[in-house]
Every structure is written in C-alpha cells, then in structure tokens.
C-alpha cells in the first residue's frame, strides 16, 4: 500500500515539483521514496513497505533495459501465479515484491495485463520506445487514481491523491460547479470529474492510454450476475471455501497482519478465517452507539486481543477538518468519522488490516434490497401489471401519502432507487442552492447509464449493480482508503476479490434474498465458521451520533459558525441552512443528515480554498 504522483510535459525545476507533489502524500509511504524522470514524464513514488521490505522492493520499478517503468499502489494476490508463468517465458525476477509482476507482465502481455490480475490497483506503466503512458484501476475501485488534464494540452498530472496537485506550478485550483448539486443527494462526490475543477477520477475497472497528448479510457471488466447454482447448501459450502481461500491470499505480508472487527457478520467471518493476533474495534461514549463489546466478546471466543476505545463528540469535532483533507473531497458519510480513529488505533499495534467492506454488495445485505412485510404483503395480492400501472400514474403525480409505496412495489428500482444514501431529494437540493451551483447532474440521470446495462436483470441485482459502481466506489472504498492512508495503514477487503466476485455472480437471487431477510447464503456460509449470534444477527452499519451531538449546545455553534460564514454565502441560501439547523436543535424536525452533509462540504472548503490560499 503507497502512493504515487507524476506528470508529463517540461516545466522550471521539476525535480523540485515532484519532491514537493511527493512530500504531500508521505502519509501514504513513510517507509521510502523514490523518483524516476525522464523526456517529458517524472514519476514520483512514496512506499509502505509490505512485501520485501529491502531496497529491491522499490519504486519507481523499471525493467532490465530500463525501457518500462512502474508506479503502483496495492497488492497483486496472484502475483506468485504470473510470477511462475513469465519465468517460464524466459523473464528473470530480482526481487520478491509484487510490483515486478507488472514490470514483466506488461512486457509480455503489453495491455492485455490487466485481464490477469487478481487484486486492488492503481498503476501507472511508463514504455519509453513507445512514448506512452498505461493505467489502470481494480476492478472494484479499492484504490483511488485521479488524472488532470493540464489545459492548453500541456501534459497530464496523476496521482493516488488530489492534493498533491496542489504543488504543481500548471494546477488550477478551483471549484468544480457542478458537483455540489449530486453530492447533496448521495453525500459524496458522484461524477467523474471531482469536486476540484477539471480533476477527474479513474473509474473502477477502467484502464487508461495517454499517448501523443490524448487521454484514451476503457472500460476492461464488468460483472454480470446469472443463475448457476441451484442448490442452497451445495452453494454455501463453496462460498464459505471461496471466503477462507481469498482470506488467505489476503493475508499474504512481510509485516503484523490484524482485522478490523465490529458486532455484524462480515467482519466477524472475515476475522473467524484469518484468526489474527489482534482486531481492533470503537464505539463512541453515548448509549446505544458502542457494540465494541460483541467485538470484545468474538474476540475472546476466538481466543485474539482485541482493542477498543470509545470515541467523544469533542475529539470527533477536532478531526473533522483533518478527515476533510485526507479525503480529498467532501464525503458526509458519519462512519468516516470513526473509522479516522479505529485506523487510528489499529496502526499502533499493526501495518495491515483485513475488513469486512464489499459483502454487502455482492450478496444483497442492505435493507434496501428486502421487501418491507407491507410491499410482500401486497405484491403477492396484486399482481405485477396492475402494480406497474399504479406506480406509472402515481410517477407523474406530486407527492402524496403512498406514492413512494407504490414505485418500490412496481419492482423498478430505476424509477427510485438512487442507491444506500438519499440525504436532500434532488428537489430540495436544488432549493438551498445559489443559482449558480444548480446546474450539476440529477442523480437518477447519473444513475440512468448503469441501470441501462442491466435491464433485463431483477429488481436485487439492478439495485446491487448500481451500488457496486456508484455507492461502493463512491463512498465506501474511498473512505476506507483514505482514512487508512491517513495514517500509513494497509486495509484489505476479502471480499472484493475477483475469484469471490467470478462466485458471486452465479448465485440465485433466492439465495441473496428471502422475503425481508437478506445476504441468506452468505450467512450460512458464516455460520460455518461463527457461531449463530454473529452469523445473523441484523445489519446496523456504523452508527454515529450527529443527531444528539446536534442538539447540544456547543456543536450546535460550531455547525452556525459555518452556516453563517461568508464562502457558505457563495454557495447557499444561508437562511434555509440556518433553519435545518435550528429545527434541529429545537427537536422540531431530525435533519442531522442534511446538517451534516452541508457542513461537511464546507469543512472541506474551508480547508482547502481558504485556509489554504
């Protein structure tokens, strides 16, 4: 796990620039650094050590005639695998990190690389005799890669963060108008260009060519659900082996190895395979917002130390412009508040952590995907074109009692369904907006372009694809990402791995979801390996308390200070934030997610337009 920057085109003192571009993300790799410059491209890597820990293991990594050379950020799990294949095709290896697979790999496949990878990724390969820049993203998003066009066609900036940008005498910092409008629905940055004007990102499973001054993308993999098991035990049992191997290849390091762990089933399971030394767990100091002690009681069950601290409103308020920087862009998701300290916490003890993130996706664990007892009692009274037909009227309707009732029962998802958040309806997003920033994409039209690609799916597995390319590498990879990196700590995600994904895509819908109960198969396979309280007990996510920290006094302030602020004048009707707030605090209305989202936006304006000139 590191980071990475680089440019092309020649600028004044550009070693200098890279060092500087490099310095910015030394949270990312504290272990080593290294450059590499050549006509026209410099590349600049930061480096955790994980996999041989010595000098060999460094990047910039080129080949023996020095004519291709990489940056690269994550882990190649089967890089044994293709380690053996190019040694028989005659390629000679000189150390044991997985980085010289990509090396020999693109040298011998050229492009075609990224089809044999099994892992998470962002590289960037430099092939001198062809003048050419490679890329690619995983096929999940796990890792970040941003790019930046330099305008008037005078060469490309990249990297594992945005803010390293920042250093860079050609990087235009301003803020991109048409993101906020999204963002307000989702709680986090939706669209390929970011927050930060003309800064776009890399979309999961997308390779890149950047050659001659153009930017050439595509996409290189996508999943595709179809039915290919038909027994429920046979398909648990092979679940739950697919689980144990993917944890093992995960838990592949030269470095102490330690598991994220909380009261759910995903990072129960993911912990009852690896069996580490030590998990790692918070909760916060109000009633009701601390299950460190399910984690404390596994833990001790499995026989493994667990650590566990309980989190106040004060400290959390501290952090929060320090969580805004290091994720590069606004995100309001409260589980980042957290996760900022459990990475925290784990990286005294540890430098890699396994995690439970992605189950839910690929196994239909929301809520979202269950009918509620009322829809199943009414699909199965009325039948589904006559459902259709009522939802259709009631589309092009106002609002009214039902309404939404009746576009969730019309199995449509299409019509409604966004994805995990839906913070300000896209009405209501428009309305505390200043004219000029109401101009950004809808969410359904974003949404519109996945949903087109799968529409002769079902209801479960359309909702599962749009979250698997919106709200997973939108919100839940990113976070997770950059709050480890914060503070120099490897998060490894189990199941987000291409042989468990090949798994996933052939198991039944009926195995995913029965009636309000949902991730079925995966439960069971769980209850392999972990007892019956952990294996089903019920999705709760992170839950954090904003919505009391709101009503006191003192948080309350700090949230008017920004609400009131001048730059929050730029982009909001401050009086309609003002009263979200004071509704709030006056428990006259429960807008602590709407509250928080807008602070967080301008937390992370603050700290980056403002603080920083």
Known sequence: MCGFVGFTGMIDAREAVLQRMMDRIVHRGPDMGGRYLDDGVALGFRRLSILDLSEAGAQPMSSE???????????????????????????????????????????????????????????????????????????????????????????????????????????RKAVNENALRPYLTLQYSATDETFFKGVYKLPAAHCFVYENGRMDIRRYWDCKFEDRESDFEACADKLDAKVHESVAAHRIADVKVGAFLSGGVDSSYITACLMPDNTFSVGFDYHKFNETNYAAELSE???????????????????????????DEPQSNPSSVPLWFLAKLAREHVTVVLSGEGADELFAGYEWYADTPAMAKFKKRVPLAARRAMAAAAKKLPYFKGKHFLLKCAERPEDWFLGQALVFPEDEAEAVLKPAYRAGAQPHEMAEKYYARVQNADEVTKKQYLDMNMWLPGDILLKADKMCMAHSLELRVPFLDKEVMTFAEGIPTRFRVQGTDTKVVLRHAANKTLPDEWANRPKKGFPVPIRFWLREEKYYNIVKEYFTSDFAAVFFDTGALMKLLDDHFHEKAANQRKIWTVFTFLVWYKRFFVDEK
């Not at 803010?163 to 860079?168: C, E, G, P, T, V």
């Open 65 to 171: 005639d020095g004519g291709v050379t990489v940056v690269f950020n994550g882990e190649i799990y089967n890089f044994m695998e293709l380690r053996k294949e190019l040694e028989t095709l005659g390629h000679r290896f000189h150390c044991g990190a997985d980085t010289e697979v990509l090396v020999h790999g693109y040298e011998e496949w050229g492009d075609g690389l990224v089809h044999r990878l099994r892992g998470m990724y962002g590289f960037v390969i430099w092939d001198k005799l062809r003048g050419r820049l490679f890329g690619a993203r995983d096929i999940f998003g796990i890792k970040p890669f941003y790019y930046y066009p330099i305008p008037g066609g005078e060469g490309l900036l990249f990297g594992s963060e945005i803010k390293s940008f920042l250093d860079h005498p050609k990087f």
């Open 301 to 327: 069950k499995l026989g493994v130390t667990n650590y566990r601290r309980l989190l106040t409103a004060d400290e959390c308020f501290d952090a929060f412009p320090d969580i805004q920087y290091h994720m």
